[in-house]
């Protein structure tokens, strides 16, 4: 008996909707499950972040960009729950294809909130999310014993009718996702609250991509910004971050 789970198209008159997860950008750090569900999909909506080698995987499928743009957030997710119920009603399989993780700062609650209320089956497949392709890519673990033993994944961005959040988790290792832009906040908050000016941090652009770029600098660097940057950016904050000290291999 196989061991993988069973695959359905939705039962009674809608089709079934896959929140997937693309991972962090490289298409072959999709799941075999999310891989084999897009070569299946009859339509895929998919984010700004997915490359389009991840396309490739799903060439029968209907591709509908629904890339949110900057100050029409809130009005792009409605009109994204609308789209999703809507090809729900009229195709089996329907694929919301996310960047990294969908349940990781990918509105999947607001997704799930329009299509149950529609009575549209979901069903939900993780992705790696940039945090931990990032740790991957730069060898430095997340936590380390003796140094680091808890981890906040956050982000600045928030929905238009809430006040920006003033206060950074009270962590030992901070990721910040979207943190380009924000950097300079970041980093005066932290120095404000008392971080050291040479705590390390790692800066990861376009993770896991061909076009990957990793800089190593400190807290006090961060506050002067990352202009420098132009694609997607995590930021990664911390002492778990200093760089490893490690033996050669041949001695």
Do not use: W
């Not at 009859?42 to 389009?52: F, G, N, P, S």
């Not at 957030?73 to 960047?99: D, E, H, P, W």
């Amino acid at each position: 008996m196989s061991s993988f789970k069973q695959e359905t198209q939705g039962t009674g008159k809608h089709g079934k909707v896959y929140l997937l997860g693309a991972g962090p950008g490289a298409a072959d750090l999709i799941t075999v499950r999310g891989a084999r569900i897009l070569a299946r999909a009859e339509v895929v909506l998919y984010d700004a972040l997915v490359t389009e080698e991840m396309l490739e995987l799903c060439p029968q499928a209907l591709k509908v960009s629904v890339g949110k743009r900057s100050g029409q957030r809130s009005t792009a997710q409605v009109l994204i729950n609308q789209q999703l119920v809507a090809f729900a009603k009229k195709y089996k399989l329907v694929v919301r294809l996310k960047g990294g993780d969908p349940m990781l700062f990918g509105r999947a609650d607001e997704e799930l909130h329009a299509l149950e209320a529609e009575g549209i089956d979901v069903e939900i497949i993780p992705g790696i999310t940039a945090a931990l392709a990032a740790a991957a890519s730069t060898r430095q673990p997340l936590t380390k014993r003796g140094v680091a033993r808890s981890v906040a994944l956050f982000t600045s961005s928030t929905a238009p009718d809430h006040p920006e959040e003033t206060t950074l988790p009270d962590c030992d290792t901070l990721v910040q996702y979207m943190g380009g832009k924000e950097a300079i906040a970041t980093a005066r908050k932290l120095l404000s609250q008392g971080r050291s000016p040479q705590l390390p941090v790692v800066v990861i652009e376009n993770c896991s991509r061909r076009n990957e770029r990793i800089l190593r600098l400190h807290l006090g660097e961060l506050e002067q910004g990352l202009t420098q940057c132009h694609g997607p950016v995590l930021v990664m904050i911390g002492e778990a971050l200093a760089a490893r000290i490690h033996e050669s291999a041949t001695k």
